[in-house]
């Protein structure tokens, strides 16, 4: 009996090259342009630490989105477990990243602007938020699509 590939396998493991590989292309621009987001931000403490952070830990996410990729389009379990506990950091990372940008933003808000100026404080909180929930969709269709028996069984 011969056995059939999962298309969301291979499906996932394109995505996860080409995401990666924008990623990784995209990286060199966030190490040029720190110091001026950071000062643009008026980012200080832990918000300024947190970004300079994910500038350095972004590539290394994008050469492992690279790889787990390739293991995917190999239909190499090493490929899609890998794929799933990227998945997962990236769930996690992006609920952390949304509570540390909101609560840095709103606090420096709060702290800097005028009283009247309040709707870029509260902006600043939902894009936060919006961004954080929006960098979660494609790790989650990972754990949905990932975990599935036929992906299950195409990977050995």
Wanted: glycine fraction near 10%.
């Amino acid at each position: 009996m011969a056995s059939t590939k999962s298309t969301a396998v291979k499906v996932f493991g394109i995505l996860s090259i080409v995401f990666g590989a924008i990623s990784l292309v995209t990286a060199p621009l966030s190490f040029v342009g720190l110091e001026t987001t950071l000062q643009l931000l008026g980012a200080t403490g832990l918000y300024a630490s947190w970004l300079q952070f994910t500038v350095f830990l972004s590539p290394v996410l994008a050469i492992l989105s690279i790889v787990f990729g390739i293991g995917l389009l190999r239909y190499a379990e090493w490929g899609r477990k890998g794929s799933i506990y990227l998945a997962i950091f990236s769930i996690v990372f992006n609920i952390l990243n949304g509570v540390i940008s909101a609560v840095s933003l709103s606090g420096q808000f709060a702290s800097t602007s005028p009283s009247g100026e309040v709707g870029a404080a509260i902006g600043a909180v939902v894009g936060a938020i919006i961004g954080s929930v929006v960098g979660m969709i494609y790790p989650i269709l990972v754990l949905i699509f990932l975990t599935r028996p036929a992906a299950k069984a195409s990977c050995r």
